[in-house]
């Protein structure tokens, strides 16, 4: 996936566009851009639902021929996904109990 991010018809590109694994350290880098951000993040988002996922993340952060920058997003990112579905987790285990 080539990114273009210097105007919004190009955002808007971004946002549309289905984004694969080969396709995380550039969105990675991406979501680090306040203009790029947003659909940097949906792009993860949906990507994070698909299987390899979250091993895909490991193998980034590990890889040291990656960009510094690539890896600590990696890293942050595995980080902020295992806290939102573990919080998810304990709140339907918490609905499950009172049933």
Do not use: C
């Not at 990114?3 to 289905?18: E, G, P, T």
């Not at 299987?51 to 510094?68: E, S």
């Not at 890293?75 to 109990?97: A, C, F, P």
Request: proline share 4%; charged share 20%; no cysteine.
């Amino acid at each position: 996936m080539t990114l273009f991010l210097q105007s919004d018809s190009h955002l808007d590109a971004l946002s549309n566009i289905l984004a694969t694994m080969s396709d995380i350290p550039a969105l990675l880098l991406a979501s680090l851009n306040p203009e790029t951000r947003k659909p940097a993040e949906q792009s993860l988002s949906a990507l994070s639902a698909q299987q390899g996922f979250i091993p895909h993340l490991v193998q980034l952060f590990l890889d040291t021929t990656q960009d510094r920058a690539v890896r600590l997003s990696a890293s942050v990112y595995l980080k902020n996904l295992v806290k939102l579905r573990w919080e998810e987790v304990s709140i339907s285990r918490q609905y499950d109990t009172s049933l």
